[in-house]
Protein backbone atom coordinates (compact mmCIF):
# COMPACT_ATOMS: atom_id res chain seq x y z
CA UNK A 1 0.00 0.00 0.00
CA UNK A 2 3.01 2.20 0.83
CA UNK A 3 4.08 2.17 -3.32
CA UNK A 4 0.36 3.08 -4.07
CA UNK A 5 0.39 5.74 -2.47
CA UNK A 6 3.94 6.94 -3.68
CA UNK A 7 2.50 5.98 -7.11
CA UNK A 8 -0.54 8.08 -7.20
CA UNK A 9 1.25 10.38 -5.11
CA UNK A 10 3.85 11.17 -7.70
CA UNK A 11 0.92 10.48 -10.79
CA UNK A 12 -1.64 13.06 -9.82
CA UNK A 13 1.08 15.68 -9.36
CA UNK A 14 0.17 16.86 -12.67
CA UNK A 15 -3.38 17.10 -12.45
CA UNK A 16 -3.64 17.92 -8.71
CA UNK A 17 -0.32 19.91 -8.50
CA UNK A 18 -0.52 22.66 -5.20
CA UNK A 19 -0.57 26.23 -6.93
CA UNK A 20 -1.32 29.61 -5.51
CA UNK A 21 -4.45 30.64 -7.13
CA UNK A 22 -6.74 33.36 -6.15
CA UNK A 23 -10.30 31.84 -6.12
CA UNK A 24 -12.40 34.21 -5.73
CA UNK A 25 -16.31 34.01 -5.46
CA UNK A 26 -18.69 34.64 -8.78
CA UNK A 27 -22.25 34.31 -7.61
CA UNK A 28 -24.03 34.17 -4.48
CA UNK A 29 -27.45 32.76 -3.92
CA UNK A 30 -30.82 34.07 -2.08
CA UNK A 31 -30.20 36.07 1.69
CA UNK A 32 -29.68 34.58 4.76
CA UNK A 33 -32.24 32.01 6.24
CA UNK A 34 -33.96 31.67 9.17
CA UNK A 35 -30.92 28.75 10.21
CA UNK A 36 -28.12 31.01 9.52
CA UNK A 37 -26.16 27.75 7.78
CA UNK A 38 -24.39 28.30 4.87
CA UNK A 39 -23.82 25.70 2.17
CA UNK A 40 -20.61 26.60 0.57
CA UNK A 41 -21.01 25.24 -2.97
CA UNK A 42 -18.31 24.92 -6.09
CA UNK A 43 -18.88 23.86 -9.62
CA UNK A 44 -17.35 24.63 -13.39
CA UNK A 45 -20.04 24.12 -15.03
CA UNK A 46 -20.74 27.35 -17.71
CA UNK A 47 -23.88 29.30 -17.19
CA UNK A 48 -25.65 28.16 -20.51
CA UNK A 49 -24.98 24.17 -19.63
CA UNK A 50 -27.64 21.94 -18.97
CA UNK A 51 -25.99 21.05 -15.64
CA UNK A 52 -25.57 24.62 -14.69
CA UNK A 53 -29.26 25.57 -15.55
CA UNK A 54 -30.53 22.64 -13.20
CA UNK A 55 -28.32 23.65 -10.14
CA UNK A 56 -29.01 27.01 -10.70
CA UNK A 57 -32.92 25.67 -9.88
CA UNK A 58 -31.75 23.50 -6.99
CA UNK A 59 -30.56 26.10 -5.45
CA UNK A 60 -33.71 27.92 -5.35
CA UNK A 61 -35.30 25.01 -4.18
CA UNK A 62 -33.14 24.33 -1.58
CA UNK A 63 -32.75 27.90 0.32
CA UNK A 64 -36.91 27.80 0.60
CA UNK A 65 -37.01 24.08 1.78
CA UNK A 66 -34.15 24.28 4.51
CA UNK A 67 -34.05 28.53 4.88
CA UNK A 68 -30.23 28.03 4.51
CA UNK A 69 -28.51 29.94 2.00
CA UNK A 70 -26.16 28.88 -0.82
CA UNK A 71 -22.95 30.82 -1.27
CA UNK A 72 -21.81 29.49 -4.49
CA UNK A 73 -18.93 29.68 -6.12
CA UNK A 74 -18.06 29.15 -9.98
CA UNK A 75 -14.64 28.21 -10.38
CA UNK A 76 -12.99 26.91 -13.48
CA UNK A 77 -12.07 23.00 -14.32
CA UNK A 78 -8.48 24.15 -13.66
CA UNK A 79 -8.97 25.76 -10.81
CA UNK A 80 -10.69 23.31 -8.82
CA UNK A 81 -8.06 20.39 -10.49
CA UNK A 82 -4.95 22.05 -9.09
CA UNK A 83 -5.79 23.65 -5.95
CA UNK A 84 -7.92 20.32 -4.91
CA UNK A 85 -5.10 19.12 -2.36
CA UNK A 86 -4.22 22.56 -1.01
CA UNK A 87 -8.02 23.95 -0.48
CA UNK A 88 -9.94 20.78 0.65
CA UNK A 89 -7.04 20.67 3.45
CA UNK A 90 -7.72 23.82 4.50
CA UNK A 91 -10.91 25.40 6.80
CA UNK A 92 -11.44 26.94 3.15
CA UNK A 93 -13.10 23.37 1.78
CA UNK A 94 -16.40 23.95 0.40
CA UNK A 95 -19.16 21.67 2.22
CA UNK A 96 -20.10 20.15 -1.45
CA UNK A 97 -18.24 20.74 -5.02
CA UNK A 98 -17.98 18.80 -8.32
CA UNK A 99 -14.87 16.93 -9.85
CA UNK A 100 -13.78 14.49 -12.16
CA UNK A 101 -14.56 10.77 -11.74
CA UNK A 102 -11.58 8.30 -12.01
CA UNK A 103 -8.65 6.47 -10.48
CA UNK A 104 -6.42 9.39 -10.65
CA UNK A 105 -9.19 12.63 -9.75
CA UNK A 106 -12.14 11.52 -7.26
CA UNK A 107 -10.17 8.06 -6.79
CA UNK A 108 -7.13 10.00 -5.53
CA UNK A 109 -8.80 12.08 -3.42
CA UNK A 110 -10.47 9.30 -1.46
CA UNK A 111 -7.15 7.57 -0.98
CA UNK A 112 -5.76 10.64 0.83
CA UNK A 113 -8.80 11.23 3.21
CA UNK A 114 -9.43 14.54 1.52
CA UNK A 115 -13.28 13.92 0.51
CA UNK A 116 -15.73 12.40 2.46
CA UNK A 117 -17.31 8.36 3.04
CA UNK A 118 -20.98 9.42 2.05
CA UNK A 119 -22.05 5.64 2.56
CA UNK A 120 -24.56 6.61 5.48
CA UNK A 121 -25.86 9.40 3.01
CA UNK A 122 -26.50 7.27 0.04
CA UNK A 123 -28.18 4.67 2.43
CA UNK A 124 -30.16 7.15 3.98
CA UNK A 125 -31.46 9.06 0.97
CA UNK A 126 -31.77 5.87 -1.46
CA UNK A 127 -29.66 7.31 -4.23
CA UNK A 128 -28.34 3.80 -4.96
CA UNK A 129 -31.58 2.94 -6.75
CA UNK A 130 -31.55 6.18 -9.16
CA UNK A 131 -27.99 4.88 -10.11
CA UNK A 132 -27.16 2.15 -12.66
CA UNK A 133 -24.50 -0.49 -11.64
CA UNK A 134 -22.04 1.12 -14.50
CA UNK A 135 -22.70 4.72 -13.30
CA UNK A 136 -21.71 3.54 -9.50
CA UNK A 137 -18.90 1.94 -10.38
CA UNK A 138 -17.24 5.69 -10.88
CA UNK A 139 -18.51 6.91 -7.65
CA UNK A 140 -17.35 3.97 -5.73
CA UNK A 141 -13.45 3.72 -4.55
CA UNK A 142 -11.30 1.24 -2.91
CA UNK A 143 -9.31 2.16 0.29
CA UNK A 144 -6.70 2.71 -2.54
CA UNK A 145 -9.04 4.86 -4.68
CA UNK A 146 -9.39 2.56 -7.53
CA UNK A 147 -12.96 2.65 -8.58
CA UNK A 148 -15.63 -0.10 -8.17
CA UNK A 149 -14.71 -0.38 -4.31
CA UNK A 150 -16.94 -0.79 -1.80
CA UNK A 151 -16.98 2.97 -0.56
CA UNK A 152 -19.12 5.58 -1.77
CA UNK A 153 -16.97 9.20 -2.45
CA UNK A 154 -19.58 10.74 -4.69
CA UNK A 155 -22.81 11.17 -6.56
CA UNK A 156 -22.92 11.76 -10.47
CA UNK A 157 -25.78 13.90 -11.36
CA UNK A 158 -25.72 13.19 -15.37
CA UNK A 159 -23.65 10.97 -17.96
CA UNK A 160 -22.58 10.11 -20.97
CA UNK A 161 -21.67 7.97 -23.65
CA UNK A 162 -19.88 7.48 -26.91
CA UNK A 163 -21.91 6.53 -29.95
CA UNK A 164 -22.18 7.42 -33.94
CA UNK A 165 -23.66 10.79 -35.26
CA UNK A 166 -25.44 9.88 -38.86
CA UNK A 167 -26.39 13.01 -41.37
CA UNK A 168 -29.63 12.01 -42.31
CA UNK A 169 -29.56 14.02 -45.77
CA UNK A 170 -26.36 12.86 -46.86
CA UNK A 171 -27.81 8.85 -46.58
CA UNK A 172 -31.00 9.87 -48.47
CA UNK A 173 -28.76 11.61 -51.26
CA UNK A 174 -26.63 8.57 -51.58
CA UNK A 175 -29.53 6.45 -51.27
CA UNK A 176 -28.58 4.43 -48.00
CA UNK A 177 -30.26 3.96 -44.76
CA UNK A 178 -28.79 3.91 -41.58
CA UNK A 179 -27.72 0.79 -40.16
CA UNK A 180 -28.94 -1.41 -37.40
CA UNK A 181 -26.23 -4.69 -37.57
CA UNK A 182 -22.33 -3.79 -37.97
CA UNK A 183 -22.52 -5.47 -41.43
CA UNK A 184 -24.53 -2.95 -42.88
CA UNK A 185 -22.20 -0.36 -41.20
CA UNK A 186 -19.60 -1.49 -43.01
CA UNK A 187 -21.62 -1.57 -46.42
CA UNK A 188 -22.90 1.78 -45.24
CA UNK A 189 -19.16 2.64 -45.10
CA UNK A 190 -18.12 1.18 -48.67
CA UNK A 191 -21.08 2.59 -50.17
CA UNK A 192 -19.84 6.08 -49.62
CA UNK A 193 -16.41 5.45 -50.53
CA UNK A 194 -17.79 4.01 -53.80
CA UNK A 195 -19.40 7.90 -54.10
CA UNK A 196 -16.13 9.30 -53.59
CA UNK A 197 -17.45 10.55 -50.15
CA UNK A 198 -15.01 9.60 -47.09
CA UNK A 199 -17.64 8.55 -44.53
CA UNK A 200 -15.96 8.56 -41.41
CA UNK A 201 -15.25 12.31 -39.64
CA UNK A 202 -12.16 11.34 -37.46
CA UNK A 203 -9.17 13.13 -35.54
CA UNK A 204 -5.65 11.16 -34.93
CA UNK A 205 -3.83 13.93 -33.64
CA UNK A 206 -6.15 13.75 -30.49
CA UNK A 207 -9.29 12.20 -29.29
CA UNK A 208 -12.00 10.22 -30.96
CA UNK A 209 -9.81 8.26 -32.65
CA UNK A 210 -8.65 6.18 -29.44
CA UNK A 211 -12.58 5.84 -28.79
CA UNK A 212 -13.08 4.18 -32.09
CA UNK A 213 -10.12 2.01 -31.47
CA UNK A 214 -11.64 1.27 -28.39
CA UNK A 215 -15.18 0.78 -29.16
CA UNK A 216 -13.94 -1.88 -31.82
CA UNK A 217 -12.53 -3.57 -28.85
CA UNK A 218 -15.99 -3.32 -26.75
CA UNK A 219 -17.71 -4.62 -29.76
CA UNK A 220 -15.97 -8.24 -29.01
CA UNK A 221 -15.56 -7.84 -25.56
CA UNK A 222 -17.53 -8.66 -22.51
CA UNK A 223 -17.96 -7.42 -18.93
CA UNK A 224 -14.86 -9.60 -17.87
CA UNK A 225 -12.55 -7.83 -20.31
CA UNK A 226 -14.01 -4.02 -19.07
CA UNK A 227 -13.16 -5.18 -15.36
CA UNK A 228 -10.09 -6.26 -16.27
CA UNK A 229 -8.92 -3.40 -18.56
CA UNK A 230 -10.40 -0.85 -16.18
CA UNK A 231 -10.54 -2.05 -12.40
CA UNK A 232 -7.22 -4.38 -12.80
CA UNK A 233 -9.37 -7.52 -11.81
CA UNK A 234 -6.99 -9.99 -14.37
CA UNK A 235 -3.92 -9.05 -16.71
CA UNK A 236 -5.27 -7.67 -20.67
CA UNK A 237 -4.08 -9.92 -22.99
CA UNK A 238 -2.60 -6.98 -25.60
CA UNK A 239 -1.97 -9.80 -28.29
CA UNK A 240 -5.88 -11.25 -27.38
CA UNK A 241 -8.53 -10.94 -29.96
CA UNK A 242 -10.44 -8.18 -28.37
CA UNK A 243 -7.49 -5.31 -28.82
CA UNK A 244 -6.16 -7.41 -32.00
CA UNK A 245 -9.40 -6.73 -33.57
CA UNK A 246 -9.62 -3.21 -32.22
CA UNK A 247 -6.27 -2.08 -33.95
CA UNK A 248 -6.09 -4.63 -36.87
CA UNK A 249 -9.33 -3.20 -38.15
CA UNK A 250 -8.78 0.07 -37.06
CA UNK A 251 -6.18 0.35 -40.11
CA UNK A 252 -8.19 -1.63 -42.75
CA UNK A 253 -10.48 1.47 -41.89
CA UNK A 254 -7.53 3.52 -42.96
CA UNK A 255 -6.83 1.33 -46.07
CA UNK A 256 -10.23 1.35 -47.43
CA UNK A 257 -10.40 5.05 -47.09
CA UNK A 258 -13.24 4.94 -44.46
CA UNK A 259 -10.78 7.21 -42.35
CA UNK A 260 -9.15 10.43 -44.50
CA UNK A 261 -5.68 9.22 -44.85
CA UNK A 262 -4.40 11.97 -43.21
CA UNK A 263 -6.42 11.66 -39.85
CA UNK A 264 -3.32 11.36 -37.56
CA UNK A 265 -2.97 15.09 -38.16
CA UNK A 266 -6.83 16.00 -37.48
CA UNK A 267 -7.81 17.57 -34.29
CA UNK A 268 -10.88 16.41 -32.58
CA UNK A 269 -12.33 20.13 -33.29
CA UNK A 270 -11.94 19.65 -37.09
CA UNK A 271 -13.46 16.41 -37.22
CA UNK A 272 -16.56 17.76 -34.98
CA UNK A 273 -16.91 20.96 -37.16
CA UNK A 274 -17.05 18.55 -40.76
CA UNK A 275 -20.02 16.74 -38.94
CA UNK A 276 -21.12 20.20 -38.65
CA UNK A 277 -20.32 21.61 -42.10
CA UNK A 278 -22.47 18.48 -43.78
CA UNK A 279 -19.12 16.94 -45.05
CA UNK A 280 -18.65 13.80 -43.35
CA UNK A 281 -22.10 11.36 -42.74
CA UNK A 282 -20.93 9.46 -39.83
CA UNK A 283 -18.92 10.79 -36.90
CA UNK A 284 -18.08 8.49 -34.03
CA UNK A 285 -17.69 10.66 -30.39
CA UNK A 286 -19.78 11.45 -27.39
CA UNK A 287 -22.72 12.86 -26.22
CA UNK A 288 -20.85 16.24 -24.91
CA UNK A 289 -21.46 17.25 -28.49
CA UNK A 290 -24.82 16.66 -28.79
CA UNK A 291 -25.91 20.19 -27.81
CA UNK A 292 -24.06 21.98 -30.04
CA UNK A 293 -25.38 19.82 -33.08
CA UNK A 294 -28.40 21.12 -31.95
CA UNK A 295 -27.50 24.58 -32.13
CA UNK A 296 -24.93 24.63 -34.89
CA UNK A 297 -25.85 21.45 -37.40
CA UNK A 298 -29.18 23.14 -38.10
CA UNK A 299 -28.63 22.61 -42.08
CA UNK A 300 -29.40 18.74 -42.11
CA UNK A 301 -31.19 16.40 -40.12
CA UNK A 302 -29.30 13.73 -38.20
CA UNK A 303 -29.45 11.39 -35.36
CA UNK A 304 -27.58 10.00 -32.54
CA UNK A 305 -27.38 6.17 -31.96
CA UNK A 306 -25.14 3.27 -30.21
CA UNK A 307 -22.73 1.63 -32.01
CA UNK A 308 -23.99 -1.20 -34.00
CA UNK A 309 -23.78 -4.81 -32.79
CA UNK A 310 -22.11 -3.86 -29.64
CA UNK A 311 -23.86 -4.28 -25.97
CA UNK A 312 -21.08 -2.48 -24.46
CA UNK A 313 -20.04 1.36 -25.50
CA UNK A 314 -17.21 3.74 -23.83
CA UNK A 315 -19.10 6.35 -21.48
CA UNK A 316 -19.46 6.89 -17.60
CA UNK A 317 -21.18 9.10 -15.27
CA UNK A 318 -20.59 12.18 -15.36
CA UNK A 319 -18.64 14.00 -12.83
CA UNK A 320 -19.51 13.22 -9.30
CA UNK A 321 -20.65 15.57 -6.45
CA UNK A 322 -18.20 15.30 -3.89
CA UNK A 323 -18.27 16.31 0.33
CA UNK A 324 -14.78 17.36 1.82
CA UNK A 325 -13.79 15.62 4.34
CA UNK A 326 -13.31 19.02 5.84
CA UNK A 327 -16.87 20.58 5.22
CA UNK A 328 -18.41 22.55 7.74
CA UNK A 329 -22.13 22.13 6.70
CA UNK A 330 -22.11 17.86 5.20
CA UNK A 331 -25.64 17.41 6.27
CA UNK A 332 -26.57 20.51 4.25
CA UNK A 333 -24.38 19.21 1.28
CA UNK A 334 -26.73 15.69 1.63
CA UNK A 335 -29.94 17.41 1.14
CA UNK A 336 -28.57 19.67 -1.65
CA UNK A 337 -27.39 16.76 -3.45
CA UNK A 338 -30.59 15.01 -2.68
CA UNK A 339 -32.41 17.86 -4.59
CA UNK A 340 -30.15 17.95 -7.85
CA UNK A 341 -31.67 13.91 -7.87
CA UNK A 342 -35.04 14.92 -7.71
CA UNK A 343 -36.80 14.41 -11.19
CA UNK A 344 -37.71 17.76 -11.83
CA UNK A 345 -34.46 18.84 -11.25
CA UNK A 346 -33.28 15.94 -13.80
CA UNK A 347 -35.62 16.91 -16.24
CA UNK A 348 -33.81 20.47 -16.63
CA UNK A 349 -30.44 18.72 -17.17
CA UNK A 350 -32.11 16.30 -19.95
CA UNK A 351 -34.61 18.88 -21.50
CA UNK A 352 -31.66 21.32 -22.37
CA UNK A 353 -29.02 18.53 -24.21
CA UNK A 354 -27.55 16.78 -21.01
CA UNK A 355 -27.68 13.17 -20.31
CA UNK A 356 -29.61 12.81 -16.47
CA UNK A 357 -29.20 10.02 -14.19
CA UNK A 358 -32.43 9.75 -12.44
CA UNK A 359 -35.28 11.68 -14.82
CA UNK A 360 -38.32 10.57 -15.47
CA UNK A 361 -38.95 9.66 -19.34
CA UNK A 362 -42.23 11.22 -19.20
CA UNK A 363 -40.96 14.89 -17.98
CA UNK A 364 -38.40 15.00 -21.16
CA UNK A 365 -41.11 17.05 -23.71
CA UNK A 366 -37.85 17.60 -26.33
CA UNK A 367 -37.85 15.41 -29.45
CA UNK A 368 -33.80 15.15 -29.72
CA UNK A 369 -32.90 15.28 -26.31
CA UNK A 370 -35.98 11.78 -25.84
CA UNK A 371 -33.60 10.34 -28.54
CA UNK A 372 -30.39 10.87 -26.68
CA UNK A 373 -31.79 10.13 -23.19
CA UNK A 374 -34.11 6.62 -24.34
CA UNK A 375 -30.03 5.69 -26.19
CA UNK A 376 -28.26 6.37 -23.01
CA UNK A 377 -30.67 4.30 -21.20
CA UNK A 378 -30.54 1.09 -23.68
CA UNK A 379 -27.07 1.19 -23.12
CA UNK A 380 -27.61 1.42 -18.88
CA UNK A 381 -30.37 -1.01 -19.29
CA UNK A 382 -27.59 -3.68 -20.65
CA UNK A 383 -25.11 -2.52 -18.16
CA UNK A 384 -22.98 -1.21 -21.34
CA UNK A 385 -20.97 1.59 -19.87
CA UNK A 386 -17.17 1.24 -19.98
CA UNK A 387 -15.37 3.98 -19.19
CA UNK A 388 -12.68 5.09 -21.55
CA UNK A 389 -9.02 3.48 -22.88
CA UNK A 390 -6.85 6.20 -20.79
CA UNK A 391 -7.94 5.70 -17.64
CA UNK A 392 -6.18 2.68 -16.18
CA UNK A 393 -3.19 4.97 -15.99
CA UNK A 394 -1.63 8.30 -16.21
CA UNK A 395 -0.69 9.65 -18.99
CA UNK A 396 -1.59 6.80 -21.42
CA UNK A 397 -4.14 8.97 -23.40
CA UNK A 398 -0.92 10.76 -24.67
CA UNK A 399 0.55 7.05 -25.55
CA UNK A 400 -2.97 5.73 -27.48
CA UNK A 401 -3.13 9.02 -29.25
CA UNK A 402 0.66 8.56 -30.63
CA UNK A 403 1.04 4.57 -31.10
CA UNK A 404 -2.37 5.07 -33.05
CA UNK A 405 -0.76 7.60 -35.28
CA UNK A 406 1.60 4.98 -35.88
CA UNK A 407 -0.28 2.59 -36.69
CA UNK A 408 -2.55 4.60 -39.12
CA UNK A 409 0.63 6.29 -41.00
CA UNK A 410 1.93 2.74 -41.48
CA UNK A 411 5.13 2.95 -39.66
CA UNK A 412 4.07 0.30 -37.59
CA UNK A 413 1.69 -3.08 -37.72
CA UNK A 414 -1.05 -4.00 -35.48
CA UNK A 415 1.02 -6.02 -33.47
CA UNK A 416 3.87 -3.92 -32.88
CA UNK A 417 0.91 -1.14 -32.18
CA UNK A 418 -0.24 -3.35 -29.58
CA UNK A 419 2.56 -4.75 -27.86
CA UNK A 420 4.17 -0.66 -27.44
CA UNK A 421 0.33 0.19 -26.11
CA UNK A 422 0.70 -3.04 -23.63
CA UNK A 423 3.88 -2.15 -22.39
CA UNK A 424 2.93 1.53 -21.37
CA UNK A 425 -0.41 -0.07 -19.87
CA UNK A 426 1.56 -2.92 -17.68
CA UNK A 427 3.85 -0.22 -16.31
CA UNK A 428 1.39 2.47 -16.02
CA UNK A 429 -0.77 0.17 -13.73
CA UNK A 430 1.60 -1.83 -11.90
CA UNK A 431 0.87 -0.99 -8.05
CA UNK A 432 -2.21 -1.48 -9.26
CA UNK A 433 -2.33 -5.14 -9.52
Known sequence: MARITKKRTLAAAGTLAVAALALSACAAG??????????????????????AKA?????????????????????SFEQIQKTASQVLDSDAAPDLMEFNKGNATAGFLASTGLIADISDAVDEYGWADKLAPSLQTTAKYTEDGVMGGDT????????????????????????????????????VLDAFVAQGITPLAEAGAEYPLGQLWYQLALSQADRQFVNDYQLYENPVDWQGPELTYATETLKEYVDEGYIASDVSSVKAEDAGVSFINGTAPIFVSGSWWYGRFVEQATGFDWTYQAFPDSTLSLGSSGNLWVVPENAANKELAYEFIDITMRPEIQAIIGN???????????????????ELIATFNGILDNDGLSFYPDWPAAGFYDVIVQQLQGLVTGTQDAATTNENLGAEYEEGTADFR
Not at 30 to 51: F, I, P, Q, R, V
Not at 55 to 75: L, M, P, R
Not at 162 to 177: I, P, T
Request: hydrophobic share 35%; aromatic share 14%; charged share 25%.
Open 30 to 51: GSEGESGDTLKLWHYEGEDSAM
Open 55 to 75: WNEAIKVFEEETGATVEFEQK
Open 152 to 187: WYGIPNYGEFVGVYYNLDMFEAAGLEVPTTYDEFID
Open 352 to 370: NGGVPVAADPADITDPKSQ
